[in-house]
């Protein structure tokens, strides 16, 4: 479904949440956090005709393209003989089966912070899709970036395993909404600017890049009035992740837009609301991430 379709719905008054598949109550909330994870999108390469979650999906980055792999349960190609615990130690260690390092281009840095209910529910929903057989293809990476024993040194610099931790000083709501948006939808990998090691820099938590992937530039989220989006209210930002509709009119980019059909728009009301309440509570930080040579950017601009 387009941008476009969902603003028409919404205008309409015809927009609802969209109904999750399966009957299974486990596979049932296992695509629930698939969806709120952004699997789809990153597994699917839907520009070129590719089936659900078999991989080839391209991701164009300053150390190279990676590309998604498999991860239906083909047996061969995909991750049809992996274990659960395969499957856990992939997000919470950014590990292989046989023990490689996975480059951190899998948001594995994010995703350990899922807790275990929701990842043994994310395996249960993986386990039961379609096989297919496809063979991954090799990312094409500059030469430095190569070697996995580089991913290593980049994991005891920069990635800290271990679940979410609630903060009991804040209310459920935000919690939910800081759970959802740092463990499940990581929106602080694109957002924050990283430095020369790939690294996310400290202290500009979701201030926007002008490296993100695919060569495009990644919007200053945080609530600084200038160059963020500190006008937006909690509603309005809670419609814009269902619906892609600005405060203005104006509509997402093209990579948030994929992000809100393949994913957020299948999320309750109420999760939309506190990722809104929590990414609006984060310290303001005045970072313009315009491109030299280009015509400034709405104030508030949320791609």
């Known amino acids: 479904m387009s941008i476009t379709r969902l603003r028409l719905l919404y205008a309409t008054g015809l927009l609802f949440a969209v109904p999750l598949a399966s009957a299974d109550p486990l596979v049932s ?6 969806r709120a994870a952004g699997c789809h999108g990153c597994h699917t390469d839907a520009k070129h005709g590719g089936k659900p979650l078999a991989g080839g999906q391209a991701l164009a980055t300053p150390f190279g393209t990676f590309y998604s792999p498999n991860i239906t349960p083909d047996a061969e190609t995909g991750i049809g003989r992996w274990s659960e615990q395969d499957f856990l130690r992939a997000l919470r260690e950014g590990r292989s089966p046989a023990g490689d390092h996975y480059y951190p281009s899998f948001p594995y840095p994010s995703y350990t912070k899922l807790n275990a209910e929701d990842l043994h529910a994310l395996w249960a929903y993986l386990k039961a899709q379609t096989p297919v057989k496809q063979v991954n293809r090799k990312h094409d990476l500059k030469w430095f970036a190569r070697p996995r024993t580089f991913v290593g040194s980049w994991k005891g610099l920069y990635f800290t395993p271990g679940v979410y931790k609630s903060d009991a000083l804040k209310s459920t709501a935000w919690n939910r909404g800081a759970y959802l948006a740092e463990a499940a939808a990581h929106c602080g990998e694109c957002h924050t600017p990283r430095g020369a090691l790939g690294g996310i820099k400290s202290g500009m938590h979701y201030a926007g890049t002008r490296e993100g992937p695919d060569d495009s530039v990644i919007p200053n989220i945080t609530p600084d009035k200038k160059t963020g ?9 809670a419609e814009y992740l269902e619906t892609g509709m600005k405060p203005d009119g104006d509509s997402a980019g093209e990579l948030m837009a994929e992000v809100i059909d393949n994913g957020l728009r299948y999320l309750h009301k109420d999760d939309l609301a506190a990722i809104a309440e929590y990414v609006l509570s984060l310290p303001p930080v005045e970072h313009s991430v315009r491109k030299a040579g280009k015509k400034p950017a709405k104030k508030e601009e949320f791609e």
């Open 29 to 34: 909330q296992g695509e629930y956090i698939y």
């Open 229 to 237: 989006i500190g006008r937006w209210r909690v509603r309005e930002l």
